[in-house]
C-alpha cells in the first residue's frame, strides 16, 4: 500500500484556504455542467427531433427517444463506482481532468451530427454515452476533491454548494433547453463546449493532488460484472414501460425478465467477487460503517421519489394544465420549464444554508426534517386539482424543493464524513451509483403507475371522445387502443397528441368545427385528466412512502461522525464540537 501525502505547497496557511475555494467553485462547474446535460434534452427533444427529421412517435422509433434521454443516465450511474475507485488508485485530480476533456469532446461532436433520420438519431445517442462518461469521472470525484480540500467543520458547506448545484442543474437544464432549441437546436450541446474548455484548463492548472492514494491493481473481474449486471437491470427497467403483445407494459416480456434476472444475477456475483479478491473495485465492509450505510439508502430513497416527480409535473403541465390556461402545445415544453422554478428555487435556497447548519450541528435533524417536509409536499400536491391555482402549485413545489435541499447538503456530507480517505472516492461513487440508478428505477415505477392509472379508463374515454367529434369508428377505436405510454410520451414532449395519433389525412377530412375542437388547446387535456389523476395520486403516494422511509434511514445513521481510520477498523469520533484544523490535531 502506498500511501501520498497532501501536497500542501509553501505558503502556508493562506494558500491552503484559497486553494479549497478554487477547489469547490471548479468542482460545483463541472457538476453543474454535468447535471444540466442529464436534462437539456427533455425541453428540447421535440425541436431536436424536427432537426434530424425523425417522428419519435412513429412505430419503432421509441427506442430512440427513450435512448436519448436515458443513455446518458444509464452510463454515468454505471461507471461512478469503477471511476471513483480509479481516482482513489491513480489521483481524483487526474480522473477529474479527463472527464473534463471527454466530456468537452462529446459535446463538440454532439454538435456537428450532420446526418437526418436513424442515422442522425444513432450518432446522438453514442456521443450522449460518450458525454455520459464525461460526466460520470466528473461527478465521481468531485466530493472526494472537496472532501480532501476542506477541513470536516466545513464539508457540508462545500458539499452541500455542490450538491445543490447538481441537483439543480437538472432543473436549469429544462429551462435553458427551451430557451436555446428554438433558435437551433445543435446550441443545446455547443453551450456546453466553452464551459467545458474553460473548466478543462482550470483544472488543469489550479487543482492540486491531496488525497489519500493506494496504489492497488484494478478489479476488472469486479468493474465488469457490477456494469453488465447495472446496465441490463437498467434496460430491462427501461423496456418494462413499453408496450408488449397485447398488455400495456412489458413487465411480463421473456426480453425484460431476463435481462432484469441476469442483472440481479450478475449484480449478486459481483458482490460475492469483492469479498475475495484483494485489491476489490468497492470495499463492502463500508457498509458496516452505519452513518455510511443509512446515508446511501436515503440518498436512493429520496432520488427514488424525486427522480420521477420531473417527468410527473412535466407531463402534468405540458399536457394539460398549459394548454387549458391558453399556451399552444409548441410552447409548453419552455413554460413548463419556466414553472418549475420554485423547485430550483427552494433547492438554491435550502442547499448551502442547510450544509453549514449540518457542519456544527450534524446531519442527521435537517435530512430526517426534509424528507418529512419532502413527504408532506407530496400530500399537498396529491390534494390539488388537476386544473390548479398556480401560486398555490408554486408554493408546494418551492416547499418540496426546500425540503430536498434540506436534506441532500447535509446527508452528502455525512455520507462522506464517515469514510475512510483512502476510499473516499469509490464509497461516493457507489452513493452517486445508488442517486443516479434510482433515478432511472423512479422514471420506471412513476411511468409504471401512471399507465396502470390511465389503462383502467383511457381507452373508452379516447374513443368516445373521437367519436363524438366525427372521427370514423375504425380510427377512433384504433386510437383508443394504443398503448397508454404513447400518450404520455406525446404529452412530454410538448406535441399535440391528437393531430400525432389520428393523423393528419383523417383529420383533412372532418367538418371545421370538429377539426377545430380536436386540435385546439382545452379537447386532449379534458380528456385526459381524469384518468391522469387516479395515476398521479397512485404515483405520488408511493413516493410519500419513499420519503418516510428515507427520513427514518436518515434518523438511523447515528450521530455526528467522522472517520479517523481505516473501513476495516472502523475507528470513529462522535463530534460535539466544531473540529479544528487539520494542521491543529
Not at 428554438?182 to 466553452?194: A, G, H
Not at 461513487?429 to 442517486?435: I, K
Not at 380510427?475 to 410538448?494: D, K, N, Q
Request: hydrophobic share 50%.
Amino acid at each position: 500500500m502506498r500511501a501520498e501525502s497532501p501536497a500542501l505547497g509553501a505558503p502556508g496557511r493562506a494558500r491552503r484556504v484559497d486553494y479549497k475555494w478554487v477547489a469547490l467553485s471548479n468542482t460545483t462547474v463541472g457538476v453543474l455542467l454535468a447535471t444540466i446535460d442529464a436534462s437539456i434534452m427533455l425541453i428540447a427533444m421535440p425541436v431536436i427531433f424536427r432537426g434530424i427529421r425523425l417522428n419519435p412517435l412513429a412505430p419503432g422509433n421509441s427506442f430512440y427517444l427513450l435512448w436519448m434521454i436515458l443513455s446518458y443516465l444509464i452510463v454515468s450511474s454505471v461507471l461512478v463506482v469503477s471511476l471513483g475507485r480509479l481516482g482513489d488508485i491513480f489521483g481524483r485530480v487526474r480522473m477529474y481532468n479527463l472527464g473534463f476533456v471527454i466530456y468537452t469532446a462529446a459535446s463538440l461532436l454532439l454538435t456537428i451530427d450532420w446526418m437526418t433520420g436513424t442515422s442522425g438519431a444513432l450518432w446522438l445517442i453514442i456521443f450522449r454515452i460518450a458525454q455520459g462518461v464525461g460526466a460520470a469521472f466528473l461527478t465521481a470525484n468531485s466530493a472526494a476533491i472537496l472532501t480532501d480540500a476542506f477541513p470536516p467543520n466545513q464539508r457540508g458547506l462545500a458539499l452541500g454548494i455542490n450538491n445543490v448545484a447538481g441537483i439543480s442543474g437538472m432543473f436549469v437544464g429544462l429551462v435553458l433547453g427551451g430557451l436555446l432549441a428554438p433558435i437551433n437546436w445543435r446550441l443545446v450541446f455547443l453551450v456546453s463546449v466553452p464551459f467545458g474548455l474553460f473548466g478543462s484548463v482550470w483544472a488543469y492548472l489550479k487543482l492540486e493532488e491531496r488525497g489519500v492514494r493506494h496504489r492497488a491493481p484494478i478489479d476488472w473481474l469486479g468493474n465488469i460484472t457490477f456494469a453488465v449486471g447495472l446496465i441490463l437491470v437498467m434496460i430491462g427497467i427501461t423496456y418494462g414501460i413499453q408496450p408488449y403483445g397485447g398488455s400495456a407494459m412489458g413487465w411480463g416480456s421473456p426480453g425484460v425478465l431476463t435481462a432484469l434476472g441476469s442483472g440481479v444475477l450478475l449484480l449478486a456475483a459481483f458482490a460475492f467477487i469483492e469479498t475475495r479478491v484483494p485489491n476489490p473495485m468497492f470495499r463492502l465492509p463500508l457498509f458496516r460503517l452505519r452513518a455510511y450505510t443509512f446515508g446511501v439508502l436515503s440518498s436512493f430513497l429520496s432520488a427514488v421519489a424525486r427522480g420521477g416527480l420531473m417527468f410527473m409535473l412535466i407531463i402534468w403541465l405540458q399536457g394539460i394544465w398549459l394548454p387549458e390556461h391558453g399556451y399552444s402545445f409548441t410552447d409548453t415544453p419552455l413554460w413548463a420549464g419556466i414553472y418549475m422554478l420554485p423547485l430550483s428555487a427552494g433547492f438554491l435556497l435550502a442547499g448551502p444554508i442547510s450544509g453549514y447548519l449540518s457542519d456544527r450541528f450534524g446531519a442527521r435533524p435537517f435530512a430526517t426534517g426534509g424528507m418529512i417536509g419532502a413527504a408532506l409536499s407530496f400530500v399537498l400536491l396529491t390534494l390539488l386539482p388537476v386544473d390548479f391555482p398556480y401560486p398555490v402549485f408554486a408554493a408546494i413545489l418551492l416547499l418540496n424543493g426546500l425540503s430536498m435541499g434540506a436534506f441532500a447538503s447535509p446527508n452528502r456530507a455525512g455520507v462522506m464524513n464517515s469514510l475512510p480517505p483512502e476510499h473516499r472516492g469509490a464509497g461516493a461513487g457507489m452513493n452517486q451509483t445508488f442517486q443516479n440508478s434510482a433515478q432511472v428505477l423512479s422514471i420506471g415505477i412513476f411511468f409504471s403507475l401512471m399507465i396502470a392509472g390511465l389503462s383502467a379508463t383511457l381507452r373508452t374515454t379516447m374513443t368516445r371522445g373521437l367519436e363524438m367529434h366525427g372521427v370514423p369508428v375504425l380510427v377512433a377505436e384504433h386510437v383508443g387502443r394504443l398503448p397508454p405510454v404513447s400518450i404520455l410520451f406525446a404529452a412530454f414532449l410538448g406535441y399535440n397528441p391528437i393531430q400525432q395519433l389520428v393523423g393528419p389525412h383523417v383529420l383533412a377530412r372532418l367538418p371545421v368545427a370538429d377539426l377545430a375542437a380536436l386540435t385546439g388547446r382545452r379537447f386532449f387535456p379534458h380528456l385526459i385528466a381524469p384518468p391522469f389523476q387516479s395515476g398521479l395520486h397512485t404515483a405520488f403516494a408511493f413516493a410519500i412512502v419513499a420519503c418516510l422511509v428515507a427520513a427514518a434511514a436518515s434518523w438511523s445513521r447515528g450521530g455526528r461522525y467522522v472517520n479517523t481510520g481505516d473501513a476495516e477498523g472502523q475507528r470513529l469520533e462522535p463530534q460535539t464540537q466544531p473540529m479544528p484544523e487539520p494542521t491543529r490535531r
